[in-house]
C-alpha cells in the first residue's frame, strides 16, 4: 500500500501551516472464497496455498511529482504467492456491520495502477490461477472480465471460486475511499 499528494508552496517568510491529505495512487484488487467454498474444495483434496492473478489495463509507472500514472496500459502478471491468511471483510450489504458470512477466505490481495487523481474507474480483465502444495493447478484458470477497478477503491471478487466459479459477487468498496461509485451484486451492476 502506498500513499501520497502534492501541495505546492510559493516561497515566503511566513508559517506554512497546512493539512494535507494522502490518497492511494493504487486500486486494491481482493479475491475471496466462501469459507465452505474452502472447505468443500479440502474435502475434495485442494488445498490452495499460492495464487497468482494477471489483470488488463493496468499502468506500471507512477510520477509522484504529477500524482499521476505515466505511459500506456499492458497486461500485468504477478507472482505465485502465497495466499494471505487473514479474512477478507466485504460488507456485501453495505449496512456497515461485517457478519459471519460477509468474512471470505483470502485468495489474493493486489495493488495495480489504474488511472490518474480525479480519473474514473476503468474495467479490467482478471485471470486467477491458483495451485496446491503438491502442485495441482486449476485448469483451465479463472477469468473475469470488465471488472470495474479505480485509484484509491478496493475491488473485491468474492464468491464460490474454488469448486463453483460460475457464482460470484464484485463489489468496489467504499471503505478504500469515501464513496462507493460502483459494483455488482448478483450480475446487477449499480451506480
Given at each position: 500500500d502506498a500513499f501520497t499528494a502534492k501541495f505546492d508552496v510559493t516561497p515566503t517568510t511566513a508559517a506554512i501551516k497546512e493539512t494535507v491529505t494522502l490518497?492511494?495512487?493504487?486500486?486494491?484488487?481482493?479475491?475471496?472464497?466462501?469459507?465452505?467454498?474452502?472447505?468443500?474444495?479440502?474435502?475434495?483434496g485442494i488445498v490452495v496455498t499460492n495464487t497468482q492473478v494477471t489483470v488488463s489495463n493496468v499502468y506500471t509507472a507512477?510520477?509522484?511529482?504529477?500524482?499521476?500514472?505515466?505511459?500506456?496500459t499492458s497486461e500485468m502478471t504477478f507472482a505465485l504467492n502465497?495466499?494471505?491468511?487473514?479474512?477478507?471483510?466485504v460488507d456485501i450489504n453495505r449496512?456497515?456491520?461485517?457478519?459471519?458470512?460477509?468474512?471470505?477466505?483470502?485468495?489474493?490481495?493486489?495493488?495495480?495502477?489504474?488511472?490518474?487523481?480525479?480519473?474514473e474507474k476503468s474495467l479490467a480483465d482478471i485471470k486467477f490461477t491458483w495451485k496446491t502444495a503438491a502442485?495441482?493447478?486449476n485448469n483451465p484458470i479463472s477469468t473475469f472480465e470488465?471488472?470495474?477497478?479505480?485509484?484509491?477503491?478496493?475491488?473485491?471478487?468474492?464468491?464460490?471460486?474454488l469448486t463453483n466459479p460460475a457464482e460470484f459477487n464484485i463489489v468496489i468498496d467504499e471503505r478504500f475511499e469515501d464513496n462507493s461509485k460502483y459494483g455488482s451484486?448478483?450480475?446487477?451492476?449499480y451506480k
Open positions: 490518497y492511494r495512487p493504487l486500486a486494491q484488487l481482493n479475491l475471496g472464497a466462501y469459507k465452505d467454498d474452502v472447505a468443500a474444495a479440502a474435502a475434495a507512477f510520477s509522484a511529482y504529477d500524482d499521476a500514472v505515466v505511459g500506456g502465497a495466499i494471505p491468511t487473514q479474512d477478507l471483510d449496512d456497515n456491520n461485517i457478519t459471519d458470512d460477509e468474512k471470505f477466505a483470502y485468495l489474493a490481495l493486489n495493488y495495480i495502477l489504474v488511472g490518474d487523481k480525479g480519473s502442485g495441482k493447478t470488465n471488472i470495474p477497478v479505480q485509484r484509491n477503491y478496493r475491488t473485491n471478487i468474492v464468491g464460490w471460486l451484486i448478483d450480475g446487477k451492476v
